[in-house]
C-alpha cells in the first residue's frame, strides 16, 4: 500500500504545503516552553514540519524517511535550512545516536506501521530522559467525520464507502496508542484534538487538480483512475463556485515524555 512513497513521480507529495497556524500553536502549547536543542522528524516525507520547528526556534533538527526520492525533495524544499540534516533510515531502526534527542515528532506516520511498539521503543532510545514524544495521526473517530465544504476528506467515504474498511485496518485507536506508549518507557502527558487547514485553493479546479495527483493522500491510491475521477466529480458537484476552499483536516495529537 505504501509503495507509492518511493516513486521518483511522487517526491513533491509531502513538500507542496505549510505548516497551519494552528499546528504551531499547539506544538508550543504542548512544549510548554521546554528547552528542545535538538529535534528528530521521523517520517519527515518532504520536511514541511522539519522546517516549521526550526520556526519555533529548534536549533538542529533531523528528518528522516525511508524513501530516498523523499528525502531528496525534502532536501530541496528546506533548501535554506542548513539547520535541518536529512538521513535515510526506517523508523523502527533509527539511525541516530541513544539519548540525544529532546523532542521527537512523527505526524502522519504510524498508520504506515504494522505494529507501534518497534517503533516507539526506538523513540525512547534516542531521547534523553525528559524528552517528548509528539504523534500526530487520524483515528478512526477522525476519519469518521462527515464531509462539507472544509473537511473534504469525509466525502471521500460517502462516495466510495470500501475506503473505510481500509482506514480501519491501518488506523490505531487511541487506546492502543496510549497503552504501546506507556508499556515503551513514557508516560502520557496528554491527547488533543486538532482541526489543522492542510491548504487554501483559490479556486475549486486548483482543489479538482490536487485531488487528481493525489497529492499527500494515501488513501486515494486504493482508488483507480477512472474510480478518482467520479470522486473529483463528486466533489465538484457539492463545491460553490467562484469561492475560496479552505480545507481542513481532523487529527488527534498524543504527548508522551520519556520517563
Ligand atoms: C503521510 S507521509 C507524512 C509526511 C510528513 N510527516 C507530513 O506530515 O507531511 C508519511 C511519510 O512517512 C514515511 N514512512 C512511512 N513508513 C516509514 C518507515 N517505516 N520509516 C521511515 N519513514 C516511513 C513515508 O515515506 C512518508 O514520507
Given amino acids: 500500500m505504501a509503495n507509492h512513497f518511493h516513486h521518483e513521480r ?16 499547539l506544538i508550543k502549547e504542548l512544549l510548554n516552553g521546554q528547552l528542545i536543542q535538538r529535534a528528530a522528524d521521523i517520517g519527515c516525507g518532504g520536511g514541511i514540519y ?15 524517511d525511508y524513501s530516498k526520492p523523499m528525502l531528496a525533495a525534502a532536501s ?20 541516530i545516536a541513544s539519548n540525544k534527542m529532546d523532542l521527537v515528532i512523527e505526524r502522519a506516520l ?10 516507539f521503543t526506538e523513540v525512547n532510545r534516542v531521547l534523553k530522559k525528559g524528552g517528548v514524544l509528539i504523534i500526530q495521526d487520524r483515528t478512526m473517530e477522525d476519519i469518521y467525520k ?10 471521500f467515504f460517502t462516495c466510495f464507502p470500501q ?7 491501518r488506523r490505531f485507536a487511541s487506546n492502543e496508542v496510549r497503552t504501546t506508549i506507556e508499556e515503551t518507557g513514557f508516560k502520557i502527558v496528554e ?13 475549486k479546479e ?36 467562484d469561492k475560496e476552499i479552505r480545507e481542513k483536516d481532523y487529527w488527534t495529537v498524543w504527548k508522551a515524555v520519556k520517563v
Fill in 76 to 95: 530541496e524544499n528546506c533548501r535554506n535550512y542548513p539547520q535541518i540534516q536529512f538521513i535515510h533510515g526506517d523508523a523502527n531502526a533509527l539511525n
Fill in 191 to 203: 491527547e488533543r484534538k486538532l482541526l489543522e487547514t492542510r491548504r487554501v485553493y483559490k479556486t
Fill in 10 to 25: 511522487n517526491k513533491n507529495s509531502y513538500t507542496t504545503r505549510v505548516a497551519d497556524e494552528q499546528w504551531t500553536t
Fill in 110 to 119: 504510524i498508520h504506515h506501521l504494522s505494529e507501534l511498539k518497534s517503533c
Fill in 146 to 155: 462527515i464531509g462539507d465544504e472544509e473537511h473534504i476528506r469525509g466525502w
Fill in 50 to 64: 522539519s522546517k516549521a520547528l526550526c520556526n519555533l526556534g529548534v536549533p538542529k533538527v533531523v528528518g528522516v
Fill in 206 to 241: 486548483a482543489l479538482e487538480e490536487d485531488l487528481r495527483q493525489r497529492t499527500g493522500r494515501s488513501i486515494l491510491y486504493e482508488l483507480s483512475d477512472s474510480q478518482l475521477q467520479l470522486l473529483v466529480e463528486y466533489i465538484s458537484r457539492r463545491l460553490p463556485m
Fill in 163 to 169: 475506503l473505510k474498511e481500509i482506514e480501519n485496518a
